[in-house]
């Protein structure tokens, strides 16, 4: 028998898990020997068990938790949730995000409204909650917000868009800032082009197919692709990894060369 004790599970949450980005990350980190919960809006909840099954086929455990990251109470009740039924959490991924094209003259206040409610009212709720419960842990934590190549750099027609998520990114350093104290880093990731449901969306709103679409991001990219939610994964991976504790405050760029920072 080996003297070796095994460490403990380690456990992290991923929002907007039920496809996309969300879900790759959710199926990178059970590979990284994490037991993951997943969350995403109800009308999701198929997608959210089938992936529930593909992580507990990694032999790591799996939460399912529908909610809206925009509501408080919901996200209350979800971390509540993972620190129940796995034992604690170690891990946010605050990915839920929601896109909308045109431009800004058009807008409606409601329109602002629904994409700072989901964009960067959720990604505070979920630090805030997240931060509340792995500060009263004592043992660290990794706090992970979804930016975006708009968020460096505004992108017309996706104005409130771009807002939104320069939002997440002042939040992750002066978040940073806080809990640097408590062992929590707080990082952003800020993909350009990823091909995901979101995109092939955002294709048809502008009324180009989709495989023109791709290729033409494929042909502006220096690297010569579009993304994958594997190369966003990977970030994340690295980002949680122990290797990762000196870095804090930062929003990495995951574009394939697109821009530089
Ligand atoms: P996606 O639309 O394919 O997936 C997003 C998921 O979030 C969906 O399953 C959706 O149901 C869920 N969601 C939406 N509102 C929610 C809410 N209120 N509560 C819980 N879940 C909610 O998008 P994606 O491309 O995978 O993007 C994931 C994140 O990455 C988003 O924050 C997006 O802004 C960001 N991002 C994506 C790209 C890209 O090229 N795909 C680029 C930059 C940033």
Same mark, same amino acid.
């Given at each position: 028998? %080996?003297?070796?004790?095994?460490?403990?599970?380690?456990?992290?949450?991923?929002?907007?898990?039920?496809?996309?980005?969300?879900?790759?990350?959710?199926?990178?980190?059970?590979?990284?020997?994490?037991?993951?919960?997943?969350?995403? !809006?109800?009308?999701?909840?198929?997608?959210?068990?089938?992936? &529930?099954?593909?992580?507990?086929?990694? $032999?790591?455990?799996?939460?399912?938790?529908?909610?809206?990251?925009?509501?408080?109470?919901?996200?209350?009740?979800?971390?509540?949730?993972?620190?129940?039924?796995?034992?604690?959490?170690?891990?946010?991924?605050? $990915?839920?995000?929601?896109?909308?094209?045109?431009?800004?003259?058009?807008?409606?206040?409601?329109?602002?409204? &629904? =994409?700072?409610?989901?964009?960067? &009212?959720?990604? +505070?709720?979920? +630090?805030?909650?997240?931060?509340?419960?792995?500060?009263?842990?004592?043992?660290?934590?990794?706090? !992970?917000?979804?930016?975006?190549?708009?968020?460096?750099?505004?992108?017309?027609? =996706?104005?409130?868009?771009?807002?939104?998520?320069?939002?997440?990114?002042?939040?992750?350093?002066?978040?940073?800032?806080?809990?640097?104290?408590?062992? !929590?880093?707080?990082?952003?990731?800020?993909?350009?082009?990823?091909?995901?449901?979101?995109?092939?969306?955002?294709?048809?709103?502008?009324?180009?197919?989709?495989?023109?679409?791709?290729?033409?991001?494929?042909?502006?990219?220096?690297?010569?692709?579009?993304?994958?939610?594997?190369?966003?994964? %990977?970030?994340?991976?690295?980002?949680?990894?122990? &290797?990762?504790?000196? !870095?804090?405050?930062?929003?990495?760029?995951? $574009?394939?060369?697109?821009?530089?920072?």
């Amino acid at each position: 028998m %080996s003297d070796k004790q095994e460490a403990p599970p380690r456990i992290a949450l991923v929002t907007g898990a039920a496809q996309g980005i969300g879900r790759g990350i959710a199926l990178q980190l059970a590979d990284d020997g994490f037991d993951v919960a997943v969350n995403d !809006i109800q009308p999701k909840a198929e997608q959210l068990d089938e992936l &529930r099954e593909l992580i507990i086929l990694k $032999n790591r455990r799996a939460y399912v938790f529908a909610a809206d990251v925009s509501i408080e109470m919901e996200v209350i009740e979800m971390i509540a949730g993972v620190v129940d039924s796995l034992g604690g959490l170690d891990v946010i991924v605050a $990915n839920a995000g929601i896109i909308k094209v045109g431009s800004f003259v058009d807008a409606s206040v409601d329109d602002w409204d &629904r =994409l700072h409610a989901i964009n960067a &009212r959720g990604t +505070f709720l979920c +630090f805030q909650h997240a931060a509340k419960q792995m500060i009263k842990q004592g043992r660290g934590g990794r706090i !992970i917000g979804s930016c975006s190549s708009a968020g460096k750099q505004g992108v017309g027609l =996706l104005t409130l868009y771009s807002a939104s998520k320069f939002s997440i990114r002042g939040l992750t350093q002066a978040a940073a800032k806080e809990l640097g104290e408590h062992e !929590i880093t707080v990082n952003c990731y800020a993909p350009a082009t990823i091909e995901t449901p979101m995109i092939d969306a955002f294709a048809d709103a502008m009324g180009v197919s989709r495989t023109d679409y791709y290729a033409k991001i494929g042909k502006d990219t220096p690297v010569g692709r579009h993304g994958t939610p594997h190369d966003v994964a %990977s970030v994340v991976s690295f980002l949680v990894s122990d &290797r990762a504790s000196f !870095i804090t405050g930062q929003c990495v760029s995951v $574009n394939g060369g697109t821009y530089f920072d």
